[in-house]
């Protein structure tokens, strides 16, 4: 299978505590997307990457929030000290942005990390 | 800013049933439009995508969805739905326009699609 994916699927995790989730795309996937959605919500634009370069970051990522992608391939998304409202499912995309296509993007979205935070 | 309002919380259905999810925007022109589905706990499939052109967008799984520009609506349909339709369905908009913004989408509340038999 070579769509998105995603580890941990879910993580139960203390107020307090640090986690880390890590995203691999579809391969050659230039573009690679974060999404928060809670309960009864549409997933929520966090930030987003065009190859290793951090392009735009929602005002919903906190300072306690940091997102890489050191060699333009895989992600990591790190919450500190998470809160209970960090409590979400967290949704990677990934997407081969076409340059000069107009900005014509379909995103590929992986399973998601469950998060829980006691 | 762009939104987009998808009025319908719940849809019930029969098994064999046509159906129609409604989906409005809100976008300074033309968007791009996006509808995908979610199965409890899992990530989200495209369903269809409109860019330009012909404004009936056919999708995989049956489904297709019309452009609607005077009523900037992009409703979703199935002339016959069958029992694994069940799930919850978002739609979705992104810029067409605006450099690093490309492909920044934003999603509806969602329809849960629940099925009869």
Known sequence: DTGVSQDPRHKITKRG????FRCDPISEHNRLYWYRQTL????????????EAQLEKSRLLSDRFSAERPKGSFSTLEI??????????????????????????TQYFGPGTRLTVL | AQSVTQPDIHITVSEGASLELRCNYS??????????VQSP?????????YFSGDT?????????????????????RKPS????????????????????????LTFGQGTILTVHP
């Open chain 1, 17 to 20: 505590q640090n986690v880390t």
């Open chain 1, 40 to 51: 009864g919500q549409g997933p929520e634009f966090l930030t987003y990457f065009q190859n």
């Open chain 1, 80 to 105: 500190q000290r998470t809160e209970q409202g960090d409590s979400a499912m967290y949704l990677c995309a990934s997407s081969s942005f076409p340059w000069g296509g107009g900005g014509k993007d």
């Open chain 2, 27 to 36: 976008y300074g022109a033309t968007p791009y439009l996006f509808w995908y």
């Open chain 2, 41 to 49: 706990g899992q990530g989200l499939q495209l369903l269809l995508k």
């Open chain 2, 56 to 76: 009936l967008v056919q999708g995989i799984k049956g489904f297709e969805a019309e452009f609607k520009r005077s009523q900037s609506s992009f409703n979703l």
């Open chain 2, 81 to 104: 739905v069958h029992w694994s339709d069940a799930a919850e369905y978002f739609c979705a908009v992104g810029p067409n326009a605006g450099g690093t913004s490309y492909g920044k």
